[in-house]
């Protein structure tokens, strides 16, 4: 019996949301299991982050790591005590030396993983499209060319600067605006690719839910 | 003689010093020297004039004490005082000027009560005579020891006069000067004869037998009304004629008796009520002899309890009148007349005010003070205000505006001629002359100047103002709340749409029958996932990052399961890591789920922290980021990850992962430390897209997306599993999908062909 609680409870959050989503998003049922989920999330997180952040990186280092240890501990110690400050408002400014690490080293970590992880290898990839000796042939080609269009046309429907006209409203110029069109096409596909996604993700979400439901209620009834 | 005091200084002086040796100050004023002015007005010339002969006046008037008093008068007076019960004063010496009537009469009366004038000395004899008049008027009640002073006041008569009238006698007060002006009580003379008049018709005194004709006339021959009580005033115009002074008034309906005496005694420009021998003051003289300070008086009134004078019997009283004596309670003898020819008045005079005398008038003043200016004894003081429009403005002398400091000191063009001219018509400073022109003065400020309050605004500003005036009007009016369109279609067709896709869920769940074909056709992604799985050398160290939310586990796991079983087939050691807190418990929950826990050997590493920068961190130093696993030992000592020092050092890296961003991440920060190991991504239907850039560019080698990807990868390694339960279920919700999407694009097609054209605004 003791082995079926979370199933049970498994089953009776499920109903909730389920039901409590039918009927509106902001209806008993659903706020109540959507509360017992940032709860139990919330409860869960401290727990994890004490015993695998603040236990092993801090606590353990101070009390039985060496010197040097210790002394690569204090810093981060001093910015996480003095993080802590931006909770009170009078006194957030001592914290706001932390947040100037954090967001410097994440900013530093985050642009230079997206320049040479994302825009140089992406920028490369369709370069290389294009290279016929790499092999596949037009097909290779034309999906390059593909690619370009639909980056190109794409990057140019963005783009919003147009001539002032006497008496006239400001228009793009021609070819931009047909570039424009055909870059909405890309637009398209593309929202249209990933609502699919998300439709197909929550219909395999709503699947699995609805069989562990269906396979609870075999259990209990057979 | 004495010495005199100096007024400025104290210092005493020599009589005869006209200068103070101490302070220079002059001791004789030189006004006493100066020589007679010509331009000092008649009238301060008469004042001056009147002041002279004072020494005279105790002996003319004490001569004229008793004479006053007409001898009818004495009677009533007398008369009065027997009814009264009270003894009234009489004096041997005032006793001796009376009438033999009116002797006779005082004999039969009580003897006077009171100190008698003979006792005192000459000028306090004069003193009594001269405040008996107004003693008279300050009876008070009849046990006030009365002291009447005979000396022939003619105010007296009037006082026994109003006795007689009166209920109560009022007492007389000796020595008490009256403060009531003499000129009114002279003007009202004539009153106390209609009250003398009106007393005979009382009711219940007989009219007399003789009465003439004129006094019933005066009686007006009304006997219903009793007299009034209280304060009885007369004036000239209560008179049977008005315009008519009261001598020509009453002189044609005197009887023939009184005519001849009023006639002869008009001859003789005497007084009428004036005894005989008596000279009659003119009228002129009296009024400016008239002491400043004492203004007309009234008489008291007549009291309806004063005790009715006893009329002495005489040869000369007519029959009338003597009747009407013996009607009187008391009376023996009827009074031989009311009128003495010498007490009328001539026709066509008015009466005329008697010179009052100042108290302590005629008393022996010391040398001193005889000597000094009799303007300064007596300074003058302001006309009468009652009645003062009748008098002429009094005018200083040029000789005593100079000597006005104001004058000397103040220009003279100061203030405008017309201001000095300016006479106080109301309030105390009534009758004053160049008093303060307050009221001039507020009346002469002028109007502040007006400055208009008005904006000098253009017409452009005018225009603009309206043009925010008429903004802010628009919004402040209220508008008529648009129509809310009701959620409850909204909510219908919602709840439509869910029932209807859970039923198609349901019902390849519950029935399971697989129906719907397995996918045989294989994503190249997918393709290459599997076979860079299954080109993992036997027991390689896999890292399987698991970065998914709970809220899809669902889908993950479906997606996940076949590529943990063939890791499981390949003996693959995993070191399960998640940036995600929630993911070292789901990575649990996959691996259970996949029923592979006890069997594959795996090593949990349990949440990394700091995000892309801890990603760096893990695959530059993964050691050192992840010291300790989920359990809490150390990680990099157990069995699974035995001899990994590096991420590089993995056979293969694969991310679950639901979310693009953590894929890219990955992708960014861990991808270019593999080197030649394999990134492979397990991810979400709704994620795939954003990944399958990296996938083309070669950061990630192979994909599995979604159920749809796991299904396929599960047909490739031949593996059944829970998909294929779902997969019916997922078929019907992708055509239900599918179907909903195109029954919503027709009934939009048709709104949009069969809408109504909106309505214009009116």
């Known amino acids: 019996m003791p082995e079926n609680i979370p199933i049970l409870v498994g089953a009776v959050l499920t109903v909730l949301v389920l039901l409590g989503y039918l009927l509106g998003e902001n209806n008993f049922l659903f706020r109540l299991a959507t509360y017992i989920f940032i709860g139990v999330a919330t409860g869960y997180v401290f727990v994890l982050v004490f015993y695998q952040v603040i236990t092993p990186r801090l606590i353990r280092p101070l009390l039985s790591g060496s010197f040097e240890q210790i002394v690569l501990t204090l810093p981060p110690l001093v910015l996480s005590v003095m993080l802590v400050f931006k909770i009170f408002p009078n006194l957030s400014r ?42 596949g042939g037009i097909s290779r080609l034309l999906d390059g060319v593909f690619i370009l269009v639909g980056t190109l046309s794409t990057l140019l429907y963005f783009s919003f600067s147009a001539k002032a006209q006497r008496n006239a409203a400001p228009q793009r110029p021609v070819p931009v605006r047909a570039a424009a069109g055909v870059g909405q096409i890309f637009i398209a596909i593309t929202l249209g690719s990933l609502f699919a996604g998300v439709f197909t993700a929550s219909l395999t979400a709503l699947i699995e839910r609805l069989g562990f439901l269906l396979n609870l209620v075999r259990t209990m009834v057979f | 003689m004495a010495d005199i005091l100096c007024p400025m200084c104290g210092k005493p002086n020599p009589a005869e010093a006209e200068i103070c040796w101490s302070c220079q100050a002059r001791l004789k004023p030189l006004q006493a020297q100066q020589p007679p002015d010509d331009s000092v007005p008649d009238w301060l010339r008469d004042m001056r004039a009147g002041q002279e002969p004072e ?98 006041a003619e105010n007296d008569w009037l006082s026994s006069l109003s006795d007689w009238g009166g209920d109560a006698a009022p007492a007389e007060t000796p020595g008490e000067p009256s403060n009531a002006p003499q000129a009114e009580a002279s003007q009202e003379w004539g009153s106390d004869l209609s009250d003398w008049s009106a007393a005979p018709q009382q009711p219940g005194q007989p009219e007399a037998a003789g009465s003439e004709d004129w006094l019933s006339a005066l009686g007006g021959g009304e006997q219903e009304e009793p007299p009034a009580t209280g304060a009885q005033v007369f004036s000239w115009d209560e008179l049977p004629e008005a ?70 019997a005489s040869d000369d009283t007519p029959d009338w009148l003597k009747a009407f004596a013996a009607d009187l309670p008391g009376g023996e003898e009827p009074v031989a007349g009311p009128f003495p020819a010498e007490d009328l008045p001539e026709p066509g005079e008015q009466p005329q005010e008697q010179p009052a ?28 205000l009652e009645g003062g429009e009748d008098l002429a403005m009094a005018q200083l002398p040029g000789w005593l505006a100079a000597m006005r400091p104001v004058e000397s000191v103040v220009p003279q063009n100061a203030l405008p001629a017309e201001e000095d001219d300016r006479v106080e018509k109301s309030g105390p400073l009534a009758g004053l002359v160049g008093a303060l022109p307050g009221e001039s003065l507020a009346t002469r400020v002028s109007k502040p100047a007006a400055y208009s309050a008005r904006l000098q605004v253009s017409d452009r500003q005018h225009q603009h103002a309206a043009l925010i005036e008429e903004m802010l009007g628009d919004e402040a009016r209220p508008q008529a709340p648009r129509g809310e369109r009701s959620h409850i279609p909204e909510r219908i067709v919602r709840v439509v749409i869910a029932l209807v896709l859970i039923a198609a869920l349901l019902l390849p769940l519950a029935s399971n029958l697989r129906s719907m074909p397995l996918p045989n056709l294989f994503q190249p992604d997918t393709v290459a996932f599997q076979r860079i799985v299954e080109g993992l050398p036997a027991s390689a160290p896999v890292l399987l990052a698991v970065e998914y939310e709970p809220g899809l586990s669902g889908e993950m796991q479906l997606a996940a399961a076949p590529v943990v079983n063939q890791l499981t087939v390949r003996s693959a050691r995993l070191a399960l890591v998640s940036t995600n807190p929630s993911g070292p418990v789901l990575a649990e929950n996959l691996l259970g789920a996949a029923g592979v826990r006890e069997s594959l050997l795996y090593t949990n590493l349990g949440f990394l922290p700091g995000g892309t920068a801890g990603l760096q961190e893990f695959a530059s130093r993964p050691r050192v980021a992840m010291q300790y696993g989920l359990d809490g030992e150390l990680a990099w000592s157990t069995e699974a990850l035995t001899g990994v020092e590096e991420i590089n050092q993995f056979g293969a890296v694969i991310v679950l992962t639901e979310n693009a961003e953590t894929a890219r991440a990955w992708i960014e920060q861990v991808q270019p430390r593999l080197g030649d190991v394999p990134l492979l ?22 994909m599995v997306s979604g159920m749809s990807g796991g299904a396929m990868y599960a047909q490739i390694t031949s593996q059944g599993g829970a998909w294929l339960d779902y997969w019916d279920a997922y078929q019907f919700g992708i055509f239900a999908a599918i179907a909903f999407i195109l029954l919503g694009g027709v009934v939009q097609i048709f709104s949009l062909l069969f809408r109504r054209p909106a309505r214009r605004k009116a």
């Open chain 1, 94 to 135: 001592l914290g706001n030396l932390s947040m100037a690490y954090l967001v410097g080293a994440g900013a530093a970590v985050a642009i230079g993983g997206a320049v040479l992880g994302t825009l140089i290898t992406q920028a490369r990839a369709s370069i290389n499209l294009f290279d016929l000796s790499a092999g």
């Open chain 2, 55 to 152: 020494e005279d006046a105790p002996a003319a008037e004490e001569a004229a004490g008793d004479a006053d008093i007409p001898d009818w008068l004495a009677r009533i007076r007398q008369r009065g005082q027997e009814e009264g019960g009270e003894p009234q004063g009489q004096d041997a010496e005032s006793a001796s000027d009376m009438p033999d009537w009116m002797k006779d009469l005082r004999a039969e009366g009580q003897e006077p009560a009171g100190q008698s004038s003979g006792d005192l000395p000459a000028w306090m004899k004069d003193e009594a005579a001269d405040s008996s008049w107004l003693n008279g008027l300050r009876e008070e009640g009849p046990s006030a020891p009365a002291a009447p002073a005979e000396g022939g």
């Open chain 2, 243 to 312: 315009g008519h002074t009261p001598g020509a008034a009453m002189t044609g309906q005197l009887p023939d008796w009184l005519g001849q005496m009023a006639n002869s005694e008009a001859a003789a420009g005497s007084n009428p009520f004036l005894g005989d021998g008596e000279e009659t003051t003119p009228a002129g003289e009296e009024q400016q002899e008239t002491p400043a300070g004492f203004g007309p008086f009234s008489t008291p009134p007549f009291s309806d309890e004063a005790p009715v004078p006893e009329l002495p």
């Open chain 2, 357 to 384: 005398v100042m108290p302590y008038e005629n008393v022996e003043l010391p040398d001193w003070l005889d000597k000094a200016p009799p303007a300064e004894e007596k300074p003058e003081q302001p006309p009468a």
């Open chain 2, 681 to 702: 991504m397990v991810v979400s239907a709704q994620a795939a897209p954003m990944v399958q850039p990296y996938i083309d560019s070669g950061q990630v080698q192979g």
